[in-house]
């Protein structure tokens, strides 16, 4: 469902003519908004299977700091994995790193740990490996990528709709004050339990994530 679509299904429900464009006036624009809104709380629910990606390192010898091209500052670290020596890195903190770096001489190696050092001037993180790399290694970062705000009209959305379209509806109706019987509690209750069904199913593709140990 492209953004103009759900800006559509969201002014029907509110019974507003329907728009060719998210810009075309005033209110489609106030809509557009309340979609952003919804689709980032709804993005922020869950790790949605339909946001997870790789992004991928080539590393180059004896170069610590890299940087995850298309991270932005909505990511979440799945795990990482040195592909090329076939392990999971394990995650250290900046303070461990300052002391590996800048306390003591870092050797060169094999890369086993990882830590988030800054962003660069396009929003993307950047990332330390220690050992310093003695040669080309793949690390593989498995992430959770939350999407930017839509501005086209034509932008796709990948989470589930439903709770995306109910959460706008129940944001224009507080905003308008009136939905011709529907009260805006009724509605957000109602975007609550579509949104709770929609992470039930998802969450159906990775058990495991749901399983707690003692």
Same mark, same amino acid.
């Given at each position: 469902?492209?953004?103009?679509?759900?800006?559509?299904?969201?002014?029907?429900?509110?019974?507003?003519?329907?728009?060719?464009?998210?810009?075309?006036?005033?209110?489609?624009?106030?809509?557009?908004?309340?979609?952003?809104?919804?689709?980032?709380?709804?993005?922020?629910?869950? *790790?949605? #299977?339909?946001?997870?990606?790789?992004?991928? +390192?080539? /590393?180059?010898?004896?170069?610590?700091?890299? =940087?995850?091209? @298309?991270?932005?500052?909505?990511?979440?670290?799945?795990?990482?994995?040195?592909?090329?020596?076939?392990?999971?890195?394990?995650?250290?903190?900046?303070?461990?790193?300052?002391?590996?770096?800048?306390?003591?001489?870092?050797?060169?190696?094999?890369?086993?740990?990882?830590?988030?050092?800054?962003?660069?001037?396009?929003?993307?993180?950047?990332?330390?490996?220690?050992?310093?790399?003695?040669?080309?290694?793949?690390?593989?970062?498995?992430?959770?990528?939350?999407?930017? *705000?839509? #501005?086209?009209?034509?932008?796709?959305?990948? +989470?589930? /709709?439903?709770?995306?379209?109910?959460?706008? =509806?129940?944001? @224009?109706?507080?905003?308008?004050?009136?939905?011709?019987?529907?009260?805006?509690?009724?509605?957000?209750?109602?975007?609550?339990?579509?949104?709770?069904?929609?992470?039930?199913?998802?969450?159906?593709?990775?058990?495991?994530?749901?399983?707690?140990?003692?």
């Amino acid at each position: 469902m492209t953004y103009l679509q759900l800006v559509n299904s969201v002014l029907r429900r509110l019974r507003e003519d329907e728009v060719s464009s998210v810009a075309q006036n005033s209110y489609s624009k106030l809509i557009g908004e309340f979609v952003n809104d919804s689709k980032r709380t709804v993005e922020d629910a869950y *790790d949605w #299977t339909a946001l997870r990606n790789t992004l991928t +390192v080539t /590393t180059q010898s004896t170069a610590f700091n890299y =940087t995850l091209i @298309g991270s932005g500052n909505r990511m979440k670290i799945l795990d990482v994995a040195n592909d090329t020596s076939n392990f999971f890195m394990q995650y250290r903190t900046s303070h461990w790193m300052n002391n590996a770096f800048l306390i003591d001489d870092a050797p060169t190696g094999v890369p086993q740990f990882y830590s988030f050092n800054g962003v660069d001037g396009n929003g993307d993180n950047g990332v330390d490996l220690y050992p310093k790399p003695d040669g080309v290694y793949q690390v593989r970062f498995n992430v959770v990528l939350r999407t930017a *705000d839509f #501005t086209e009209d034509d932008t796709k959305v990948f +989470v589930p /709709t439903s709770p995306v379209i109910q959460l706008a =509806t129940a944001l @224009g109706a507080r905003e308008r004050g009136e939905t011709g019987g529907t009260s805006a509690a009724e509605l957000f209750a109602l975007a609550d339990r579509t949104l709770a069904d929609a992470i039930a199913f998802d969450a159906a593709q990775h058990p495991e994530e749901t399983i707690w140990y003692s």
